[in-house]
């Protein structure tokens, strides 16, 4: 299936929002279930084995990994990266800043498309730009990054 990574680089965005209605839009415009895999970085592991059906949209999935972002997180993460792709039609990512690079890496490697989502201030645009240069850098085949820039009602 094909994989999209929604990645945000600013705080206080509407990330949960936007994920919830590019997911409904994909599983109406397809007609088939798409899976949302929710990556956070945290001490309480949680990894759901199995997609859980979405309370508010029909046709989406949404599947935990919630974990300490080490290497075993990562490897674990892969082999669930790639049993998403085989059963899904679309999956999307979403994949935390507070993910490390590696991670991250692994995660747009596979991805056909990446959404960084972020304000217009220096910060953002300086983590864009590593984000950029990383994947550059450290993916083989081109990925296609959209970043998305969020503006407040007066800009």
């Known amino acids: ?16 929002e ?10 109406k415009e397809i007609a088939e279930p798409v899976l949302c895999l929710q990556l956070r970085v945290c001490s ?9 059906a979405s309370s508010d949209v029909p046709n989406v999935f ?25 059963q899904f039609g679309h999956v999307i990512v979403e994949a935390p800043q507070s993910l490390a690079i590696e991670t991250l890496i692994e995660i747009i490697g596979r991805s056909c498309s990446v959404y ?26 081109g990925v296609a990054i959209k970043p998305l820039i969020f503006l407040e009602r007066l800009e």
């Open 44 to 52: 309480a592991p949680v990894i759901d084995s199995v997609p859980v």
């Open 116 to 141: 960084p989502m972020l304000r217009q201030d220096e910060g953002s645009l300086f983590e864009l730009n590593l984000l950029c240069r990383e994947a550059d850098a450290r993916v083989h085949q």
């Open 62 to 86: 949404i599947q935990r990994i919630h974990g300490s972002g080490d290497d075993a997180f990562r490897r674990g993460l892969s082999d669930v990266l790639d049993r998403a792709k085989s």
């Open 18 to 27: 936007f994920r919830s209605v590019c997911a409904a839009t994909i599983a």
């Open 1 to 16: 299936g094909k994989m999209l990574c929604l990645m945000p680089l600013s705080d206080g965005l509407p990330f949960e």
